[in-house]
């Protein structure tokens, strides 16, 4: 099932993972102590958003896939829609659920959608362009002198 998903996801998803995981951190161990204090809340939290974004982010991806747009225009939307669905819908549920602290529901959600888009769209492309280089210039299979 994970071949069946395009490298290009794999790897955004990874970098998802790994931002998550940055981000709950960087709230537990702030200064003022409010979310180390609900810490297993807040992992909780950041665990659901995160899974739900990926799904989706990979689910709405995938079903794009099927249509005439290319790969990366179609990771782009899902990704704007999976930030879009967290910033108005699954957020405010998870930190319902999960007794967050502070505003969850953002004033402008569209701004993190479209930034969302954008920086997939970019990574899409720079992931692309870093593998077809590694294939074609750096990997055994070339020849590192150009003949």
């Known amino acids: 099932m994970l071949r069946s998903i395009p490298f290009q996801r794999r790897i955004f998803a990874l ?12 709230h537990i161990l702030r200064p003022d102590g409010e979310f180390m204090a609900i810490w297993l809340s807040w992992a909780g939290f950041t665990a659901a958003s995160t899974l739900s974004v990926l ?3 990979l689910g709405l991806s995938a079903l794009l896939d099927r249509g005439p747009l290319p790969g990366w225009v ?3 939307l899902g ?12 957020g ?9 602290p502070g505003q969850l529901m953002f004033d402008a959600p569209l701004m993190p959608a479209m ?11 720079f992931i692309t362009y870093t593998h077809w280089f590694w294939r074609t210039h750096l990997s055994a299979d070339a020849s590192l002198d150009g003949h």
Do not use: C, K, Q
């Open 15 to 26: 970098l998802v993972v790994i931002v998550s995981l940055a981000d709950y951190f960087e």
């Open 55 to 57: 799904a989706i982010f």
């Open 74 to 76: 179609n990771g782009s």
């Open 79 to 90: 990704f704007a829609t999976a930030i879009m669905a967290h910033v108005t819908v699954t």
């Open 92 to 100: 405010p549920l998870w930190g319902r659920i999960f007794s967050s």
């Open 115 to 125: 930034v969302a888009g954008a920086a997939y769209g970019m990574s899409h492309l």
